[in-house]
């Protein structure tokens, strides 16, 4: 009987050994797995975390960008175009290189408008003087600008006694074609208005002029 029990007992020992042989089993085996799914559960938080904001972030640091080169890239192209611009010329046709300070640039002319009175003889040497003529208006075309203007000025227009024919300093000869001509009387040489019109004038009469020379 005594070994019938010891046997038991020893049988009962061994079952609980293993009972809890298996219980920590179970355990390193559920342990186990709860620690190779915390990484990814933790990855899978950070990710739903972080995602919006580094995207939100990578957006606005790409706009940032962006703007800055264009900022740049305009800036350089306005600094450009003021360091090149040597005169103003509303046509795109032909060049318009630089002209003297204080004279207008239009297409391939330059010209300087006086802001005092001579007369004409006093005008044409005051022209002279600057390597220039006075006025000639040979075309509505290229001279557009001239039909705005408003005042009287001198222009290179002048009578020849001999035939009272009509004629620029150069010697050419009036042409219907360059501007209308307004007959005053005792009037010699010729003032320019507006809307290519030019009216005889005294050539003694003081008046403003306007000098014109080519553009180099």
Request: glycine content about 4%; charged content about 20%.
């Amino acid at each position: 009987m005594g070994l019938i029990r010891d046997r038991k007992s020893n049988h009962s020992s061994e079952m609980r050994e293993c009972h809890n042989y298996k219980f920590e089993l179970k355990n390193c085996d559920a342990c186990t797995r709860w620690q190779k799914q915390r990484p990814a559960l933790i990855t899978s938080k950070y990710r739903q975390n972080l995602s919006p904001l580094f995207f939100v972030r990578l957006i606005a640091a790409a706009m940032a960008i962006r703007f800055i080169v264009m900022v740049t890239i305009w800036t350089t192209v306005f600094i450009n175009s003021l360091l090149n611009q040597e005169c103003s010329v509303p046509s795109n046709e032909g060049y318009c290189g630089p002209c003297p300070t204080n004279w207008v640039c239009y297409r391939n002319n330059c010209y300087r408008f006086s802001d005092e009175s001579k007369n004409w003889y006093q005008s044409q040497a005051s022209c002279m003087s600057q390597n220039s003529s006075l006025l000639k208006i040979y075309s509505k075309v290229d001279q557009d600008f001239f039909k705005l203007v408003k005042s009287y000025h001198w222009m290179g227009l002048v009578k020849i006694p001999t035939n009272e024919s009509w004629q620029w300093e150069d010697g050419s000869i009036l042409s219907p074609n360059q501007l209308t001509l307004v007959k005053m009387q005792n009037g010699s040489c010729a003032v320019y208005g507006s809307s290519f019109k030019a009216y005889t004038e005294n050539c003694l009469t003081p008046n403003t002029y306007i000098c014109m020379q080519r553009a180099v």
